[in-house]
């Protein structure tokens, strides 16, 4: 089993940055691996993902303001997020996920909290 642990959360003003941090158990080389983020009442949805190469995509929502990167030597997946707005206000997820042969293997971890205000 693998374990997932976010870091670097908390509150910054519209415009500031942030760098949240997800830590693994174990090696996360073989996984794709992913940011997701839940707002109140709503629904968990993809931030960005990272492919085992290294090769990144992200929501239209956060396109251009935040990167996604990988270190598979510190076994760490990191959400890099400028030009914060309230709108991205939520719990961000760390998730990854991998195949072998017909089943999917999926691990996430607990959540750290985000909050864009003025």
């Known amino acids: 089993q693998v374990q997932l642990v976010e870091s670097g959360g908390g509150s910054v003003q519209p415009g500031g940055s942030l760098k949240l941090s997800c830590e693994a158990s174990g090696s996360l080389e073989g996984f794709v691996l992913g940011w997701f983020r839940q707002a109140p009442g709503d629904q968990r949805n993809m931030v960005a993902t990272?492919?085992?190469?290294?090769?990144?995509n992200y929501a239209d929502r956060v396109k251009g303001r935040f990167t996604i990167s990988r270190d598979n030597a510190k076994n760490t997946v990191y959400l890099l997020m400028n030009s914060l707005e309230p709108e991205d206000t939520a719990v961000y997820y760390c998730?990854?996920?991998?195949?072998?042969?017909?089943?999917?293997?999926?691990?996430w971890g607990r959540g750290t909290q985000v909050t864009v205000s003025s």
């Open positions: 990272v492919s085992t190469s290294g090769n990144a």
């Open positions: 998730n990854a996920n991998f195949r072998l042969d017909s089943r999917k293997y999926e691990y």
